[in-house]
């Protein structure tokens, strides 16, 4: 390692879920984190919850970082201020969290060393109370280089994904985007659509049961991130859509034809397969 | 109550996860049961699980009972073997667990002191290892009595299901199986449907998290039993895909048209309303 990330503070910006549970884990292990937040609250709170060894809402907090993680929500790191910019200090390595690789490379893509990262782990929670430590042990943490990604900014980051426990995944970013379309962003417009048509009969709400709530869990999540995501991930989302409907369509013509021994087949290689989703 | 069908053997035909739970419950209250199974090996193995003071494969065992749930799958609930039929005592109250209602009472429903009712509760278990106790404990136990249902029958299958914990709930067979349309099997055909897009994704298995899972729980679930469901509740589960399509159809034409403020406005509603399908 030629770049010696861990002898530098670590800048984060953002101290969201994301952020703040990537701060809590480097400091656990030493490493001096310093933070810049949006708004002063955030700041007195996140030094209340000692996320990080220094929180400012000044980016001249990042003047000695030599990687800086952007841990913002999609919109903010897509149109980032001019005073973010400025603040990035020259030579670092920089890294996103966002959960679309596309248009994050569109935006970031010929900034010197920056990697298009995507730790994958998360909760319900959002804010700067949600932050947690081990948010990333054993979750994957999705890299999609370029050929213009410097080689050894990657292995930093890499480094750092190692560092709180995640999986290194190195792919293209329309790989990346395609398969979040189809198991994250599909699933919040099914759960939403799922519960809107539920919602319509009234003893559809007094007799749900665990099937209902897991199947509805994402679709009743934050709107603002399923926005976001179905925003920047239009297009894969649409293709996902189109694909899925192709699907629901063939078992559907199989109820209506009352082929019973073709829908058993299918749920059967359903059932089947559903297990390799799951991990080791 | 006029029926004293506690001072008699209560029969339970099959010793599934229903059956096995119920007769599990009803024993630890000191109650007798005696239970029905068609095969031998299945009957020697609920003996050895202690199941019921009594396991046979002979319907005589039903002689005494003054209450029979038949706790059978929907197929051999429609299809009553002549054996079972004239086991059934003469002037025994008769009910049943089927997730379907409108096509038992096509079958059962002039059956003398017959009870159409669905107690909501189950694991992802099934077969004679699969019954445990507490299984129906604060869920919902529906019944749809008919103009037919007689009044002191109903009144002994109520205290049953509130033997066992179960919270009772009375609607017409049709309110019911359109409910169960919505919240249990659209939800199968929803996640099958999501398991075999998201298969065609190789990197997507690598990345699938919590979220997939949850949203595919009930779609990677029993094939039989998606199968039989579909199969007994086409109707409704034809209608409540239709519905689910408009919604699915409106949610993506929002994609489409990059209208995120109405996608936001859509999702937060969804998020709004999935807390009434959770129970208190």
């Known amino acids: 390692m030629t770049i010696a990330w861990r002898e530098r503070p670590i800048g984060v910006v953002g101290l969201g879920l994301i952020g703040g549970s990537l701060a809590l884990d480097l400091g656990a292990q030493g490493l001096r984190v310093q933070a810049l937040v949006h708004r002063q609250a955030?700041?007195?709170r996140a030094r209340q919850r000692r996320l990080a060894d220094q929180v400012s809402t000044d980016p001249a907090v990042l003047a000695d970082c030599a990687l800086v993680v952007l841990a913002l929500p999609l919109d903010r790191l897509l149109e980032p201020s001019t005073e973010l910019l400025a603040a990035l200090p020259p030579g670092s390595v920089i890294t996103d969290v966002g959960s679309v690789k596309g248009p994050v490379l569109e935006c970031?893509?010929?900034w010197p060393r920056f990697v298009a990262s995507h730790p994958m782990a998360g909760t319900a929670a959002a804010g700067v109370e949600?932050?947690?430590?081990g948010l990333f042990a054993g979750?994957?943490?999705v890299a999609t280089p370029t050929a213009d990604t410097d080689p050894e900014a990657l292995e930093v980051v890499r480094d750092l994904a190692e560092a709180v426990g995640a999986r290194w995944i190195e792919c293209p970013a329309a790989d990346h985007d395609q398969a979040v379309a189809l198991i994250s962003h599909l699933p919040?417009?099914?759960?939403a659509a799922l519960i809107e048509v539920?919602?319509?009969a009234p003893l559809a709400r007094a007799l749900a049961s665990s099937g209902f709530a897991d199947t509805s869990r994402v679709g009743?999540?934050?709107p603002e991130l399923g926005t976001l995501m179905a925003r920047y991930n239009r297009e894969a989302l649409l293709a996902a859509l189109a694909r899925y409907r192709t699907r629901l369509d063939g078992l559907e013509q199989l109820v209506r034809g009352s082929d019973w021994p073709a829908l058993a087949e299918q749920l059967a290689q359903a059932q089947a397969l559903r297990p390799e989703f799951l991990g080791p």
Chains 1, 2 share one sequence.
């Open 188 to 191: 919040v417009l099914l759960g």
């Open 220 to 222: 009743g999540g934050n």
């Open 108 to 110: 970031w893509g010929q």
């Open 42 to 44: 955030t700041a007195e």
């Open 198 to 200: 539920a919602g319509q």
């Open 130 to 133: 949600a932050g947690l430590t």
């Open 139 to 141: 979750r994957p943490w």
